[in-house]
């Protein structure tokens, strides 16, 4: 089978859930290879071999760590010059977004971005599936030229482990002045909670407008806590000040798709919509029958939130404690 090089996401020895996304689809096509930059590849090896992984290049060099972007870039085209793969799969996060981007162009290959799931073509080759217009429209697309680059949204492929060698390949290469241009001058480690990172949540709660004041997001918080769950919240929630931007979920904010998406108080503007109908259930409270957001709910309960969620959250209780 044709190899297929994955470009890992992880924080220095974790290996990220959306890694394990890229070589479960990989997995299906090929043989995934996964390329590491920076350190920690030694810790990361055996989650990689869990899910799949024949190899692992490792290009420990500080400069993927010191510049942005551009030098991942152009270690991937080196490896696509040398291995000639089926592919090249990376995350759909705004980084990734940029280095798949950089890559097509080195490569003179075409992208593909924002995709949702990754299947074979009858004509040979890749296809991926995307939603455009916001949502509106899900489409099939493939690469006409030079070797695919694919960025796959987090939480589109549910993983599946599957053991792999994982054979560690040290790969060295001279990064060029121009990859040089933008240098990384300081890092601050964001303060995490103990809720799920919310692209990576397989269960995400979110507030909208419907909750009339950013005190009453502690409603959100409650019913995500009591069910191990990420919280979100709608443009209009973010855009008022009643929770931050950085928890925003839309075609403007984070794509989230996990298991379980519970949307309270949101009406389902489009906007909205784009960032979590991929989710595989989609639960919705909302006091209006005729909010948009029922079009995509697979259970909806039409009341107030402020007597529904206060019930949910003590009903979870009590089978928790059962």
Request: charged content about 20%; overall charge negative; aromatic content about 4%.
């Amino acid at each position: 089978m044709a190899e297929i090089l994955v470009l890992a996401e992880h924080d220095g020895e974790t290996v990220k859930k959306v890694t394990t996304e890229l070589l479960t689809a990989a997995r299906a096509h090929g043989e995934p290879s996964v390329v590491w930059t920076g350190d920690g590849a030694d810790g990361g090896r055996a989650r990689l071999a869990e899910f799949g992984a024949v190899k692992v290049y490792v290009a420990d060099s500080p400069d993927y760590a010191d510049y942005v972007v551009a030098p991942k870039a152009e270690l991937l085209a080196h490896l696509v010059e040398q291995t000639a793969p089926a592919a090249v799969l990376v995350a759909a996060t705004s980084e990734g977004r940029e280095i798949a981007g950089r890559l097509a162009v080195k490569t003179g290959s075409g992208v593909l971005t924002d995709v949702t799931g990754v299947t074979a073509g009858d004509s040979g080759g890749l296809v991926g599936e995307q939603s455009i217009f916001g949502g509106a429209i899900t489409v099939q697309s493939r690469v006409r030229t030079g070797t695919p680059v694919i960025a796959v949204r987090p939480n589109a492929v549910t993983p599946e482990p599957a053991a792999g060698p994982a054979e560690v390949v040290p790969v060295h290469l001279d990064i060029s002045e121009a990859a040089k241009t933008a240098r990384v001058t300081g890092r601050v480690v964001a303060e995490r909670g103990e809720r799920p990172e919310l692209t990576e949540a397989s269960i995400v709660v979110s507030g909208g407008r419907g909750l009339g004041a950013g005190e009453n997001f502690a409603l959100i918080e409650q019913l995500a806590d009591s069910l191990g769950a990420a919280v979100g919240a709608s443009r209009a929630a973010t855009d008022a000040g009643w929770y931050p931007h950085q928890f925003q979920v839309g075609q403007t904010g984070k794509t989230v798709s996990p298991q379980l998406y519970v949307a309270v108080g949101i009406s389902g503007a489009i906007q909205h919509r784009a960032g979590m109908q991929t989710s595989k259930t989609i639960m919705v409270v909302n006091k209006d029958p005729e909010a948009p957001i029922f079009e995509l709910a697979d259970f909806g309960v039409v009341g107030d939130l402020f007597k529904v969620v206060p019930q949910l959250v003590e009903e979870i209780g009590k089978r928790a404690e059962g």
